[in-house]
């Protein structure tokens, strides 16, 4: 067999008119030294075919494509007769990666980032990207500060022409920041200024934030934020000259300088308004937070240009512009500003897109908005639609756009995207007391049946004392215009008989239909309609209140509850509101018809107050009375009761009011509950950084007590308490803990500190 080899090196960089074989025309190709790759898959790459015309030019032109696909570490082309055998040495294909010794992270995050370098299991092995794969695991270490990691990698043959590749990594410890430096700042404290910055040296606090750790990217936020506060404080001029960070020869320590130059206060001399103004000029005015005589503020100057957008906004002109130009005076330290006001042209809504809904329905959603379609742009109605929706409690995020329509001045669409959530519940309550042992809970909810926004719950209670049974079904768009309709229907058992409280038993079985009218954006009223009969069975040993009742209106009671309510909305968020007022009015009255003639009203005042970014203050406070009318008198199970995870925390629930005493084996006392409830609670409530849509602390002052008919309402009656909260929607659903101390507890009292709910979503 006759052969010629044909070198790479020949054809590729001589031009030579001498052929190193005569042309011919390929008969057959012929692939050797392939153990992976498919033959079909080189023949891909060739330039040429059996039947075409082989030449010098051409076997140069095959080499080279082998060459570019980066499967060959060596490409040969051999001539046997008429036939051209394509020789090909395969590089190792990357069959596994291990890496020992790495525990900062998770391997999948690692795999994925070493995937971007073209290292991963499945490629081909190129050495020239191991060194980029090594430098890649040193970054992402760097991002943690572990700047002392040291990365061994070795590559090891295996069969069938693979290899694997191991990351031998040696973390050490991540460095932590111990010193800021502030130079040229003196007009301030340096605590006050190292305040601004979320980076800090170690803290009792950082082993979780981080925050004791260099990153570049906080220490940009954090300069901005210096560069606030100065601005904010009349310092106008006040630029950041540099910085430098170092670390330490043990690289354990960080070091960073930052200089900066301060600058002169300057005061605001004058505030003028020019431009097209679209509305008048003494209402734009009024929206001025900045006044002549102010220290200037970045912060108050900001905040009017964004009022006046937003007040052109309402109107339907929604890319206005405003823009404030100032006036400096150096010498004197004045600054003058002519604030520019461009509306634009007025636009009308073309479409309200929405995206992100998979399960709930458009109609759903589309009831909530109040920007119509067609109608001029109102940057009110469009930020309340957000806002409804968030309310909603189905969606985890609602993001609004409104971009222009292309090819016009004067349209623009609301493009909505929500972020489903899952909307049932699962909740599971746990509890021990020294009389019923264990406490269990639960109920069903699904807040979004269907994906069509109506409620559907069961409830379920369990104790030694007690059940209960409720099954619930609300329609919130009963009608179109809002009304919502729903009815509930339950029953209750309790039996006290077995522990030392007021022994009796009763079976409650009911239910009702009831309907919501909104008569404004935040604002409605409720009106319901029940039925409930409740048989009472008294013992030797329970108190005489009790039997009276049962002599006086016998042990089987009919009665006919009208509720009537009013509530006022105004929260900001479904679940962790940091602004608004909630307010709730409402009566049950038992009208004439059934045996029972009663009414239960009561009054609810919620408000939380911005402190600042990350902290708000709740305010709560509720008043309940009760009492009999006509010739029937209040029925002892429909007191009010106090304490609990719902009112005083770190006393056990209904376990407040005036002690009675009772005959049994070992003597003891009961609580009755009482005609009149007062209710307080104060809380500062804040986010767990980086977890702030999830995890919300609290620290609480609790106050409250129930006060029996005839008893003097005295203040000084009142329970305390105090303690710390946290409520988490965690991936298996929503958890909450309190942890309260009572602070001025009384003899007969039942305290119980720790109290928590847990429940899972589907």
Same mark, same amino acid.
């Given at each position: 067999?006759?052969?010629?080899?044909?070198?790479?090196?020949?054809?590729?960089?001589?031009?030579?008119?001498?052929?190193?074989?005569?042309?011919?025309?390929?008969?057959?190709?012929?692939?050797?030294?392939?153990?992976?790759?498919?033959?079909?898959?080189?023949?891909? %790459?060739?330039? $040429?075919?059996?039947?075409?015309?082989?030449?010098?030019?051409?076997?140069?032109?095959?080499?080279?494509?082998?060459?570019?696909? /980066?499967?060959?570490?060596?490409?040969?082309?051999?001539?046997?007769?008429?036939?051209?055998?394509?020789?090909?040495?395969?590089?190792?294909? @990357?069959?596994?990666?291990?890496?020992?010794?790495?525990?900062?992270?998770?391997?999948?995050?690692?795999?994925?980032?070493?995937?971007?370098?073209?290292?991963?299991?499945?490629?081909?092995?190129?050495?020239?990207?191991?060194?980029?794969?090594?430098?890649?695991?040193?970054?992402?270490?760097?991002?943690?500060?572990?700047?002392?990691?040291?990365?061994?990698?070795?590559?090891?043959?295996?069969?069938?022409?693979?290899?694997?590749?191991?990351?031998?990594?040696?973390?050490?410890?991540?460095?932590?920041?111990?010193?800021?430096?502030?130079?040229?700042?003196?007009?301030?404290?340096?605590?006050?200024? $190292?305040?601004?910055?979320?980076?800090?040296?170690?803290?009792?606090?950082?082993?979780?934030?981080?925050?004791?750790?260099?990153?570049?990217?906080?220490?940009?936020?954090?300069?901005?934020?210096?560069?606030?506060?100065?601005?904010?404080?009349?310092?106008?001029?006040?630029?950041?000259?540099?910085?430098?960070?170092?670390?330490?020869?043990?690289?354990?320590?960080? %070091?960073?300088?930052?200089?900066?130059?301060?600058?002169?206060?300057?005061?605001?001399?004058?505030?003028?308004?020019?431009?097209? *103004?679209? @509305?008048?000029?003494?209402?734009?005015?009024?929206?001025?937070?900045?006044?002549?005589?102010?220290?200037?503020?970045?912060?108050? $100057?900001?905040?009017?240009?964004?009022?006046?957008?937003?007040?052109?906004? !309402?109107?339907?002109?929604?890319?206005?512009?405003?823009?404030?130009?100032?006036?400096?005076?150096?010498?004197?330290?004045?600054?003058?500003?002519? @604030?520019?006001?461009?509306?634009?042209?007025?636009? %009308?809504?073309?479409?309200?897109?929405?995206?992100?809904?998979? !399960?709930?329905?458009?109609?759903?959603?589309?009831?909530?908005?109040?920007?119509?379609?067609?109608?001029?742009?109102?940057?009110?109605?469009?930020?309340?639609?957000?806002?409804?929706?968030?309310?909603?409690?189905?969606?985890?995020?609602?993001?609004?756009?409104?971009?222009?329509?292309?090819?016009?001045?004067?349209?623009?669409?609301?493009?909505?995207?929500?972020?489903?959530?899952?909307?049932?519940?699962?909740?599971?309550? &746990?509890?021990?007391?020294?009389?019923?042992?264990?406490?269990?809970?639960?109920?069903?909810?699904?807040?979004?049946?269907?994906?069509?926004?109506?409620?559907?719950?069961?409830?379920?209670?369990?104790?030694?004392?007690?059940?209960?049974?409720?099954?619930?079904?609300?329609?919130?768009?009963?009608?179109?215009?809002?009304?919502?309709?729903?009815?509930?229907?339950?029953?209750?058992?309790?039996?006290?008989?077995?522990?030392?409280?007021?022994?009796?038993?009763?079976?409650?079985? /009911?239910?009702?239909?009831?309907?919501?009218?909104?008569?404004?954006?935040?604002?409605?009223?409720?009106?319901? &309609?029940?039925?409930?009969?409740?048989?009472?069975?008294?013992?030797?040993?329970?108190?005489?209140?009790?039997?009276? *009742?049962?002599?006086? *209106?016998?042990?089987?009671?009919?009665? @006919?509850?009208?509720?009537?309510?009013?509530?006022?909305?105004?929260?900001?968020?479904?679940?962790?509101?940091?602004?608004?007022?909630?307010?709730?009015?409402?009566?049950?009255?038992?009208?004439?018809?059934?045996?029972?003639?009663?009414?239960?009203?009561?009054?609810?005042?919620?408000?939380?107050?911005?402190?600042?970014?990350?902290?708000?203050?709740? &305010?709560?406070?509720?008043?309940?009375?009760?009492?009999?009318?006509?010739?029937?008198?209040?029925?002892?199970?429909?007191?009010?009761?106090?304490?609990?995870?719902?009112?005083? =925390?770190?006393?056990?629930?209904?376990?407040?009011?005036?002690?009675?005493?009772?005959?049994?084996?070992?003597? /003891?006392?009961? =609580?009755?509950?009482?005609?009149?409830?007062?209710?307080?609670?104060?809380?500062?409530?804040?986010?767990?950084?980086?977890?702030?849509?999830?995890?919300?602390?609290?620290?609480?002052?609790?106050?409250?007590?129930?006060?029996?008919?005839?008893?003097?309402?005295?203040?000084?009656?009142?329970?305390?308490?105090?303690?710390?909260?946290?409520?988490?929607?965690?991936?298996?659903?929503?958890?909450?803990?309190?942890? /309260?101390?009572?602070?001025?507890?009384?003899?007969?009292?039942?305290?119980?500190?720790?109290? *928590?709910?847990?429940?899972?979503?589907?």
């Amino acid at each position: 067999m006759n052969k010629s080899l044909l070198s790479v090196l020949i054809a590729s960089f001589f031009a030579a008119p001498a052929l190193a074989f005569e042309p011919f025309a390929v008969k057959d190709i012929r692939v050797e030294g392939i153990q992976r790759t498919e033959a079909g898959t080189v023949f891909s %790459y060739l330039p $040429l075919k059996v039947g075409d015309m082989l030449t010098d030019e051409k076997a140069a032109q095959s080499i080279k494509s082998l060459f570019a696909t /980066g499967f060959f570490k060596d490409v040969r082309i051999e001539i046997d007769k008429d036939v051209m055998v394509v020789v090909v040495q395969e590089r190792p294909a @990357i069959a596994k990666l291990d890496f020992v010794g790495m525990k900062e992270f998770e391997k999948d995050v690692i795999l994925k980032a070493l995937k971007e370098t073209g290292i991963a299991e499945g490629r081909i092995f190129d050495r020239s990207q191991l060194e980029k794969a090594e430098q890649e695991l040193k970054r992402q270490y760097l991002t943690r500060g572990k700047y002392g990691v040291n990365i061994t990698t070795t590559v090891t043959p295996l069969e069938r022409n693979r290899v694997g590749i191991n990351f031998n990594v040696e973390e050490g410890v991540a460095a932590k920041i111990k010193q800021i430096n502030l130079v040229g700042a003196k007009s301030f404290k340096e605590k006050d200024l $190292l305040a601004q910055f979320e980076l800090t040296t170690p803290g009792w606090l950082t082993w979780y934030t981080k925050n004791d750790q260099y990153s570049r990217q906080k220490l940009s936020a954090d300069l901005e934020k210096l560069k606030s506060f100065y601005m904010n404080q009349g310092y106008l001029e006040f630029n950041v000259e540099s910085t430098q960070v170092s670390i330490s020869p043990d690289k354990q320590d960080v %070091y960073i300088t930052v200089n900066v130059t301060e600058g002169e206060r300057y005061q605001v001399t004058s505030v003028k308004l020019a431009g097209d *103004f679209a @509305i008048s000029e003494d209402e734009l005015k009024k929206l001025m937070q900045v006044k002549p005589g102010d220290v200037f503020s970045r912060a108050r $100057l900001n905040d009017s240009t964004k009022a006046i957008s937003e007040r052109l906004g !309402k109107e339907g002109y929604a890319f206005a512009n405003v823009n404030a130009a100032p006036e400096i005076d150096k010498e004197k330290r004045k600054v003058a500003f002519t @604030i520019f006001v461009d509306p634009g042209k007025r636009v %009308y809504v073309r479409r309200i897109n929405l995206t992100g809904n998979t !399960k709930t329905r458009d109609e759903v959603i589309r009831r909530e908005i109040r920007q119509m379609e067609g109608g001029w742009y109102d940057a009110d109605r469009v930020a309340t639609s957000k806002q409804r929706l968030d309310k909603l409690g189905y969606f985890s995020d609602v993001s609004i756009e409104t971009p222009a329509v292309q090819g016009t001045a004067d349209q623009l669409d609301v493009n909505m995207k929500v972020t489903e959530k899952p909307t049932g519940n699962l909740m599971l309550g &746990l509890g021990t007391s020294s009389t019923d042992k264990v406490i269990l809970s639960g109920s069903i909810a699904q807040n979004n049946f269907l994906g069509s926004g109506n409620n559907v719950a069961i409830q379920v209670n369990s104790a030694k004392s007690y059940r209960t049974y409720v099954f619930s079904y609300t329609n919130p768009y009963f009608t179109p215009d809002g009304v919502s309709q729903g009815f509930d229907v339950y029953h209750r058992t309790v039996n006290t008989r077995s522990t030392q409280i007021a022994s009796y038993s009763s079976a409650s079985t /009911g239910g009702g239909i009831r309907f919501g009218f909104p008569i404004g954006e935040k604002e409605s009223l409720g009106v319901g &309609l029940g039925i409930d009969t409740t048989t009472i069975t008294t013992y030797d040993n329970s108190p005489q209140y009790y039997k009276d *009742f049962v002599r006086n *209106f016998g042990d089987t009671n009919l009665a @006919i509850p009208l509720t009537l309510s009013w509530a006022s909305d105004g929260k900001d968020s479904f679940f962790f509101p940091t602004k608004g007022t909630f307010q709730k009015a409402a009566i049950e009255l038992a009208v004439p018809g059934g045996d029972l003639t009663y009414y239960r009203a009561s009054y609810q005042l919620q408000k939380f107050f911005p402190l600042n970014s990350k902290i708000t203050l709740m &305010l709560n406070g509720e008043v309940g009375y009760a009492d009999g009318y006509g010739s029937s008198g209040l029925p002892f199970y429909k007191n009010y009761y106090a304490g609990g995870v719902t009112s005083v =925390r770190g006393y056990k629930a209904s376990s407040l009011g005036t002690p009675g005493t009772v005959s049994i084996e070992n003597g /003891g006392t009961y =609580r009755m509950g009482g005609n009149r409830r007062v209710v307080g609670n104060a809380e500062l409530l804040w986010a767990v950084p980086g977890m702030e849509k999830n995890l919300r602390m609290g620290w609480f002052f609790d106050a409250g007590q129930v006060y029996a008919k005839g008893d003097n309402l005295s203040l000084g009656e009142l329970r305390y308490s105090t303690g710390v909260s946290a409520a988490w929607i965690s991936p298996i659903g929503p958890l909450k803990f309190s942890f /309260g101390l009572p602070l001025n507890k009384q003899d007969a009292d039942k305290t119980e500190s720790f109290q *928590f709910q847990l429940g899972t979503t589907f």
